[in-house]
């Protein structure tokens, strides 16, 4: 049985196996970074729509005229 798993096939499976454990090692770390930022870029639109509106009256509008 050992001596089956020493064959240059069950060699080159053990190798493609533990590069997709070391790949699905590096995608799970990218995907826990993409989701901490939408987690900050949501928690940003919270704290944008929770701020209050500031009118804009320090300046002040031209008149409008007529034009002929």
Excluded: C, H, Y
Excluded at 6 to 34: D, E, H, K, N, Y
Aim: hydrophobic share 50%; net charge positive.
């Amino acid at each position: 049985m050992l001596a089956a798993l020493r064959t240059r096939r069950w060699q080159g499976f053990t190798v493609v196996v533990l590069v997709a454990i070391i790949g699905f090692g590096f995608l799970s770390r990218w995907q826990w970074q993409r989701a901490e930022e939408k987690r900050v870029a949501q928690q940003a639109q919270t704290l944008a729509e929770q701020t209050p509106v500031v009118p804009n009256a320090d300046e002040t509008l031209p008149e409008f005229t007529a034009v002929t």
